[in-house]
């Protein structure tokens, strides 16, 4: 049994008191109401974020110094933010038709975001080759630098992802070896992924846009 | 009832609410050799690799303080002992400590050692990612020690590693692979311990058994759950500065770089923030001395509860001290940057906070000691290492109330004060936890008993030792002597006395250091031919200690989990036969046992 | 009854070696004597509570020994009595940390009265820089400094030409003169400090940083680097002396300033650059 209370009534149990311990011998075990996969996800997302936004903080920081000079902005930019876009409206496909148990549209979605991701970073690297051949390198100033990194870690946020796809895909194509329910959580979980992915890119895209 | 029969009224399970009906879980089944002991998936096997690996890279730095003690003490005898090899070695030793050592082993060893077994789980609930966070904290430990073999030796930029010097050729190592092995190591740690804190926070969160819940917990779970999480907000500040010190250095970026003439030469660098950097570090930095202490305060407690056969203290006080200075550690960082030229104005909140700080770890104090009052105190190694604990902690402690007050820091930051104060509070403190844990769960890992005498000895020299180092040390930052300093000359401000006493403690140093080689020793021999030891020796409640088999075996319980009926602190309840009631007694087996209500 | 004894002795010990050892601060040299004054209070704070805390607990030890026929007292809390602990703690904190603040804001305001000099690291020795007779420092740039130039002083700032360059371990003050030091480095971070005037902040380069003291008794002092700073960290070594007028005044007419180094170097063209300048 678990009944739902704050974190101030749950820190202020008094746990040798008999009447409290008759209520505790009740309970299962677990805190919070989510599989441990999405927690373990969420954890991951967590930790993702915390180190984004220190990232963003130091940006700030740097960019008020009177060396920042304004890097241009190359079209190609937001088309690939329109990539990110079309996958989680992908996901967002696959998940429904996950629910509905048809799994083959959940195949070919799942290989349409394989084909999305491919062109996301193709993308990005054609962006990156465009700069360097105007003269953009990353040491030439800060603004540039943290363009590149934050590419790059995004790039390397979106191959974990590709790591985690690679798997969904195999219980989606051999589904007799693993149970459907799980095959749906982990779709569910790489959907949330997705979706996380392309917050953080529209955060940091927007933070290099609008500075 | 005699004292053993607890264990057979777990057989009677007549009035037992039955355990829920969980889906057993998949457990992993080693198949050879290599899975059973190499990369195994067993939390306790992955604990003791922790311990090894990090015991192992620890006793390098041990020897690093020796050398470097030599040089302080007898300056002239060593010519082998140049400036750069110094500051190597201090860097070395700093570095290794902290995060190698101490912050490896509480969470690495005692966490994957201990967690399942005391909130009643059969492993961490990701196994397989638990594995690998052993083996990439080990390829961390790797590259760091590859690092004293690149041209050019380690990074000798002390463990704080501010830029500029950082990454200059002033510096040891600084224009070589030395800091650069040492930033990528770091970063590696950080991927590595992630994986590991995802395990400790979620299983802690979601695999207890059935009626632990989050207050019935040991404080030793509570502490290394706190720590785990700072370490989550923490390590990301670590690994941002890791990446852009990196790049820094690699590719001419300037992130942290100033402008600089570096020997006259005009650099390429320009308008970087070196105090951007300290901050970062530090908003790692600090909370990281707590992912250390949170650990040792939480073992502390329990050791100090089972051998005064008393409940802890104050045992919520002791919960909400922990989690209020976790969740305070992270808004004193810039107390560490007092004198760094930062706006002054932060001087005055992050005094304020400091000293706030101060009052929970004040109240964990006195709750240990008020454990005390009225127990039945059996002084047996572990009691004897938590009395030194809180000893040498409350001197560390208040020292760092001297240096917390910005006014007060500014004489005395930089100086001996500083390397007494920290080697009081995180260094010896802490480490005294780790002896008196590893003694008192010794049977547990390997069923006997640490040889006795030598434990005694090996405590007393300890903590003496260690005291005398210390304590004394101080006084030469009163003195005003610099730490990070190669050697003094003759300085008109330090009495020539101050070089006895600096010889005095290298003497002491060097005695505590070899003795350490004794405990080693003793841990060795005693795991093949100690004393066995009873399969509860010290009549503890906790749930590590109530497995079917000692040491536990793989998937931890037997067939059942244990339910639990009470907190683990049920010692010395009125009425009830014996001084202790494990957790998993329901209260029908111990009817005369009556608790007042508070 | 050993381990009881011993705690006690380790204890006193400490308190005997506070008051009995040979090792103190020096004699203070200038207006910070209340940072010392702050530093005692804190010890008879703490130290209070240190032994208190170490007397109470080799008394239990002693007298709460273990004995097979005596139950432990089942006590699991006392609200009362954590709240009167958290209370009296909260106070002592409270009576430490208020004086550090206001000594603190002293330390931070920099008196009307003060007279500004400079002092800048490099990697691994000590340089200063007096106003010269204008009273103002010229000011500087990194990406200035050559070997005729080695302070980088901006040629298009007239303020620069008088200042007065020393590039030697001494340093002399006038004692009672409030000084407020700007501090620069052009490398990487120093920590300009002498013991006996307590006072210390890092150099960063890039930044100019500050404090104030007023010399109060003449001699010699060492001044060390107190921010780790590469290899010869230990060697940055430089001394100040607190003069009397008569001797400060022989001091400062033997220095060069900022125009007599140019021109002894055969580059009056530069001078003529900073004057034209002036002139506009």
Not at chain 1, 96 to 119: E, H, M, Q, R, T
Not at chain 2, 368 to 394: E, H, S
Request: aromatic letters at 16%; one cysteine or more.
């Amino acid at each position: 049994m678990r009944k739902k209370q704050s974190i101030f009534q749950l820190l202020s149990q008094k746990p040798w008191e008999p009447e409290q311990a008759k209520l505790d011998d009740l309970h299962d075990g677990e805190t919070l109401n989510l599989s441990k996969g999405k927690l373990g996800l969420r954890f991951i997302m967590f930790v993702s974020t915390i180190f984004f936004c220190l990232f963003i903080v130091t940006y700030s920081d740097r960019m008020i110094y009177a060396d920042w000079q304004q890097m241009p902005e190359p079209f190609m930019l937001w088309f690939n933010t329109l990539t990110l876009f079309i996958s989680s409206s992908v996901f967002i496909y696959i998940q429904l038709s996950a629910k509905k148990n048809d799994f083959d549209k959940v195949k070919y979605g799942l290989i349409i975001i394989g084909f999305l991701a491919l062109i996301f970073i193709l993308g990005q690297l054609f962006v990156w080759n465009q700069l360097i051949n105007l003269g953009y390198y990353v040491s030439t100033n800060p603004a540039n630098a943290y363009f590149y990194v934050f590419t790059t870690l995004h790039g390397i946020h979106l191959l974990g992802g590709l790591f985690y796809w690679n798997i969904t895909l195999r219980k989606v194509w051999y589904p007799k070896n693993v149970e459907i329910n799980k095959s749906k959580h982990t779709i569910e979980l790489c959907a949330i992924y997705w979706h996380f992915l392309l917050a953080v890119w529209v955060v940091l895209f927007g933070l290099m846009i609008f500075s | 009832m005699a004292a053993d029969s607890y264990e057979d009224i777990a057989v009677d399970k007549g009035d037992v609410i039955p355990a829920l009906e969980v889906p057993p879980q998949e457990l992993y089944h080693a198949k050879s050799f290599w899975t059973k002991w190499i990369f195994c998936q067993d939390a306790k096997v992955i604990g003791i690799q922790y311990s090894i690996t990090a015991i192992a890279i620890g006793l390098v730095a041990l020897v690093l303080s020796w050398l470097m003690r030599l040089q302080l003490g007898f300056p002239e005898l060593f010519p082998f002992l140049g400036a750069a090899e110094y500051y190597q070695f201090v860097t070395m030793h700093g570095m290794i400590m902290v995060i190698y050592l101490l912050t490896a082993l509480f969470l690495g060893g005692f966490g994957n050692y201990l967690i399942p077994l005391m909130v009643g789980a059969r492993d961490m609930v990701f196994p397989y990612v638990n594995m690998v966070s052993f083996w990439v904290y080990f390829l961390a430990v790797l590259v760091l020690v590859a690092s004293f073999f690149v041209p050019g030796g380690p990074t000798g930029a002390g463990w704080t590693l501010y830029p500029p010097q950082a990454i200059t050729s002033g510096t040891p190592g600084g224009d070589g692979l030395g800091i650069i092995l040492m930033l990528i190591s770091l970063s590696i740690f950080v991927v590595g311990f992630t994986m590991g804190g995802l395990n400790y926070v979620i299983t802690i969160l979601q695999a207890r058994t059935r009626g632990m819940t989050l207050m019935r917990m040991p404080l030793t779970v509570w502490g290394i759950f706190t720590a785990t999480v700072l370490a989550l907000f923490a390590f990301p500040a670590l690994i941002v500065s890791c990446i852009m010190m990196t790049l820094d250095n690699l590719l001419g970026t300037s992130f942290f770089m100033p402008a600089i003439v570096e020997f006259g030469e005009q650099t390429e660098y320009s308008g970087g923030s070196p105090i951007l950097f300290q901050h970062l570090f530090w908003f790692f930095g600090h909370p990281e001395v707590y992912i250390v202490a949170l650990p040792a305060f939480g073992i502390v407690s329990d050791l100090i509860s089972v051998h005064a056969r008393k409940n802890i203290f104050g045992y919520r006080m002791m919960v909400w001290a922990i989690v209020i200075i976790g969740g305070l550690s992270f808004v004193v960082w810039a107390h560490h940057m007092y004198v760094a030229g930062m706006n002054p104005w932060f001087g005055y909140f992050f005094a304020t906070t400091t000293l706030i700080i101060a009052v929970p770890t004040a109240i964990k104090v006195y709750n240990w000691v008020i454990t005390l009052w009225r127990g039945n105190i059996k002084l047996t190694i572990p009691m004897l290492f938590a009395l030194g604990f809180i000893v040498t902690f409350v001197n560390g402690g208040i020292t760092g109330l001297f240096l917390g007050n910005v006014i007060v820091d500014v004489p005395l930051s930089d100086t001996y004060f500083v390397v007494a104060h920290f080697h009081m509070v995180m260094g010896i403190a802490p480490v005294l936890v780790v002896f008196g844990a590893i003694y008192h769960w010794f049977p547990l890992i390997t069923g006997r008993l640490l040889h006795e005498g030598m434990g005694r000895f090996h405590f007393w020299v300890t903590f003496l030792g260690s005291y005398a180092i210390y304590f004394p040390m101080h006084y030469l930052g009163f003195v005003g002597v610099p730490r990070r300093y190669f050697e003094m000359y003759d300085s008109e401000f330090m009495a020539v006395s101050t070089n006895y006493l600096n010889q005095f403690i290298t003497v002491v140093a060097l005695i505590v250091g070899f003795t350490q080689i004794l405990f080693l020793y003793n841990i060795i021999t005693s795991s093949k031919f100690g004393k066995k030891a009873d399969k509860n020796p010290w009549k503890a409640c906790s749930l590590e200690w109530r497995t079917p088999e000692v040491p536990p075996t793989h998937g931890n319980f037997g067939k059942e989990l244990p339910v639990v009926h009470r907190w683990a602190y049920d010692y010395s309840v009125p009425g009830a036969t014996d001084d202790f009631i494990p957790q998993d007694i329901p209260a029908s087996q111990v009817p005369n046992a009556e608790v007042e209500k508070t | 009854m050993f381990v009881a004894l011993l705690l006690v002795l380790v204890t006193l010990g400490s308190v005997a070696f506070h008051f009995w050892s040979p090792w103190w601060w020096t004699e203070v040299a200038s207006n910070w004597g209340n940072i010392d004054g702050t530093i005692v209070l804190t010890f008879w704070v703490t130290g209070a509570v240190f032994v208190a805390v170490c007397l109470f607990m080799a008394y239990c030890v002693w007298k709460f020994q273990y004995d097979p026929n005596r139950k432990a007292e089942y006590k699991p809390e006392n609200t009362k009595l954590e709240w009167i602990l958290t209370i009296f703690t909260a106070v002592g904190v409270g009576a430490l940390l208020a004086p550090g603040l206001i000594v603190w804001n002293k330390y931070v305001t920099v008196p009307e009265d003060v007279v500004d000099i400079e002092v800048m690291g490099q990697q691994w020795y000590w340089n200063y820089r007096l106003p010269g007779e204008d009273g103002i420092l010229g000011l500087t740039d990194l990406r200035n400094i050559t070997d005729d130039n080695p302070f980088g002083i901006n040629l298009d700032d007239p303020n620069g030409l008088d200042d007065i360059l020393i590039q030697a371990d001494d340093l002399h003050v006038l004692i009672d003169q409030p000084i407020k030091v700007n501090l620069r480095s052009i490398d990487v971070l120093h920590d300009f400090y002498i013991p006996q005037f307590r006072a210390k902040m890092d150099m960063v380069p890039g930044v100019v940083t500050y404090y104030w003291f007023t010399p109060i008794r003449t001699g010699n002092f060492d001044i060390l680097c107190m921010e780790y700073c590469g290899t010869g960290h230990y060697a940055m070594r430089g001394r100040v002396l607190v003069d009397e007028l008569s001797d400060y005044e022989e001091w400062l007419s033997e220095q060069m300033t900022f125009e007599e180094m140019i021109a002894s170097n055969g580059k009056t063209d530069l001078i003529k650059l900073a004057l034209n300048k002036k002139g506009e």
